[in-house]
């Protein structure tokens, strides 16, 4: 059956005999999927966050099944995600993921289609309709706390960030990024994008408090830049939760505690301003190993995947 094309706005979209798209209130969606998703894939701890969230973007859309609404979903041609089902569940899932995608692959104008979010239970769902997961990532969390001690020894010295360093950390980003997994997956930034990328963070992180939870890390002797964790409030957490942005050290100084040691001094200064921080990490990455030494629990993997 051939769906109607998309347009901007439009409330309803007839999918075939049975199934049928209509737009959602932004915010009684965020709540329906809230409950109804069964998992807080950001760690939020929060009924506002994970609710409110929605109203953020477009294209909100309940699934009806033979006039009978059976969950939601985010979607717009190339795109989508925030799918849920409801009890009692009427129909199979993956016949609803299927009904779906017919609709992506109508209203496709681009090489891809990316579907975000899909939860360990889905991925199956959706190989069996040719998608491939382009990455699978997950959000860990932690108290933060106070260290009594964090010791450097006699090689390296410390300092906290202003946005002068944006240049410097750039460039460290690209080496230390370069050949990892978030490469493999996310491709590699040039210098200029690096840098950019740098400002961006600091600004955030200095416009929703001071920079303390950040830290740079120097080798004594050269003076150069060998490590570094850019940490702070983003203004986009609830529950005043921190977070650990970036967390990098140099790939000839690996191996000597650094990253160990930039956690803690994070986790101390993030302690003056927040009971807890989390990060977000691509699966595979060996960060993930220091990450669960220094006592951060793992969240529901979750998975972005294509199709072409």
Same mark, same amino acid.
């Given at each position: 059956m051939k769906i109607e094309m998309w347009e901007d706005g439009k409330e309803q979209y007839i999918l075939n005999d049975e199934f049928v798209l209509k737009r959602a209130d932004k915010l009684e969606f965020g709540i329906h999927e809230t409950i109804y998703s069964g998992v807080d894939l950001e760690l939020s701890y929060s009924w506002k966050k994970q609710t409110i969230d929605k109203i953020d973007y477009e294209d909100h859309f309940w699934i009806?099944?033979?006039?009978?609404?059976?969950?939601?979903?985010?979607?717009?041609?190339?795109?989508?995600?925030?799918?849920?089902?409801?009890?009692? &569940?009427?129909?199979?899932?993956?016949?609803?993921i299927n009904v779906l995608n017919d609709a992506l692959l109508q209203w496709k104008c681009e090489e891809k289609i990316r579907v975000y979010g899909v939860l360990p239970s889905d991925i199956e769902n959706?190989?069996?309709?040719?998608?491939?997961?382009?990455?699978?990532?997950?959000?860990?969390?932690?108290?933060?706390?106070?260290?009594?001690?964090?010791?450097?020894?006699?090689?390296?010295?410390?300092k906290v960030p202003t946005i002068n360093d944006a240049e410097e950390l750039g460039k460290m980003f690209v080496e230390c990024y370069t050949g990892g997994v978030d490469y493999?997956?996310?491709?590699?930034?040039?210098?200029?994008?690096?840098?950019?990328?740098?400002?961006?963070?600091?600004?955030?992180y200095k416009s929703n408090n001071i920079l303390d939870g950040s830290t740079?890390?120097?080798?004594?002797?050269?003076?150069?830049?060998?490590?570094?964790?850019?940490?702070?409030?983003?203004?986009?957490?609830?529950?005043?939760?921190?977070?650990?942005?970036?967390?990098?050290?140099?790939?000839? &100084?690996?191996?000597?505690?650094?990253?160990?040691?930039?956690?803690?001094?994070?986790?101390?200064?993030?302690?003056?301003?927040?009971?807890?921080?989390?990060?977000?990490?691509t699966v595979g990455n060996s960060a993930e190993a220091v990450y669960h030494k220094m006592g951060f629990m793992q969240g529901v993997k979750f998975a972005n995947m294509f199709l072409k």
């Open positions: 009806y099944y033979n006039k009978t609404r059976i969950g939601g979903v985010h979607i717009k041609p190339n795109l989508m995600g925030a799918f849920f089902m409801e009890p009692p &569940y009427l129909v199979d899932r993956f016949r609803v959706y190989n069996r309709l040719g998608y491939k997961v382009s990455c699978e990532r997950k959000v860990m969390i932690r108290p933060t706390e106070t260290f009594d001690s964090i010791n450097w020894g006699d090689d390296f010295f410390i493999e997956v996310f491709g590699q930034q040039n210098v200029e994008e690096a840098i950019e990328n740098a400002k961006y963070i600091l600004n955030i740079l890390v120097y080798d004594k002797t050269t003076n150069e830049l060998v490590g570094a964790c850019i940490a702070g409030i983003n203004g986009f957490t609830d529950n005043n939760f921190s977070e650990i942005g970036e967390i990098v050290v140099k790939p000839s &100084y690996r191996g000597n505690g650094i990253a160990s040691n930039l956690i803690k001094q994070a986790l101390n200064n993030l302690n003056k301003i927040s009971q807890a921080t989390i990060l977000c990490v």
